[in-house]
Structure formats: structure tokens, C-alpha cells
């Protein structure tokens, strides 16, 4: 199982960008499925990105559509998430998943927490207006 570590958060004014890593080891993190995932406070964790292995496909949350990027470096073993244009809403902690088996269905299975078993500890992003 790969063990996962965030980072890159912090805090920003609304429209700034930030660039959120996922540094993988204990396996290969280009063979497995991963996502981006967020959670303010009181509210359930929501995904916000997914993508293949290899990076082939990649799949958004509507809110996130046009202003984050998930992208991932194999050579690296890490996961990126570019995000742009930030706005107060995008507030959350910020956690990253993988898990390796088990071809989804349709793409928009990557958004779904349930989809995943290995999980880091989280980085956080604020944004303020």
C-alpha cells in the first residue's frame, strides 16, 4: 500500500494560486488511481479531482472546472494539483488519495471517497476575500 504525504497549502487572497503536491512511496503511485479531495469545516469531504494511471484521464468537480489542474509525475512519485483563481469557497484541507485495483465504471467514480483506500494526512487552504 502506498503511504501518501501532502503539501503546498496555505494561505491566499481570492484569485491567487497555489500548488498543491502528494508525494507517493512504498509503491509506484503511477500505477495506481488518484484523486484530490476537500473538507471545510462542517461539511463532507467532496472530491475535486481524479486521474488514471499514467495520467491518461483526468476528471473535475464542476466548482473546480477551468481553474485546477491534477496532473502527476512519474519520475517524481507525486501528485500535483494546480490551482488558479482561487476563490473563499475553495477553503478546505486538502488530502489526496490512491488506490491501485479496480477499473471504474464511468470517470466520475475517481471523485468518490469511497473509491479509495490509501489516504495522507491533508495540507490546508485558505482563502480569503
Known amino acids: 500500500q502506498v503511504h501518501l504525504v501532502e503539501s503546498g497549502g496555505g494561505s491566499v487572497q481570492s484569485g491567487g494560486s497555489l500548488v498543491l503536491s502528494c508525494v507517493a512511496s512504498g509503491d509506484t503511485a503511477n500505477y495506481y488511481y488518484m484523486g484530490w479531495f476537500r473538507q471545510a469545516p462542517g461539511k463532507q469531504r467532496e472530491g475535486v479531482a481524479g486521474i488514471t494511471p499514467g495520467g491518461y484521464s483526468t476528471v473535475y468537480a464542476d466548482s473546480v472546472k477551468g481553474r485546477f489542474t491534477i496532473s502527476r509525475d512519474a519520475g517524481k512519485n507525486t501528485l500535483y494539483l494546480q490551482a488558479n483563481n482561487l476563490k473563499p469557497e475553495d477553503t478546505g484541507m486538502y488530502y489526496c488519495?490512491?488506490?491501485?485495483?479496480?477499473?471504474?465504471?464511468?470517470?466520475?467514480?475517481?471523485?468518490?471517497?469511497?473509491?479509495?483506500?490509501?489516504w495522507g494526512q491533508g495540507t490546508q487552504v485558505t482563502v480569503s476575500s
Open positions: 488519495a490512491a488506490r491501485r485495483f479496480g477499473t471504474p465504471t464511468v470517470l466520475d467514480e475517481l471523485l468518490s471517497s469511497a473509491q479509495y483506500d490509501s
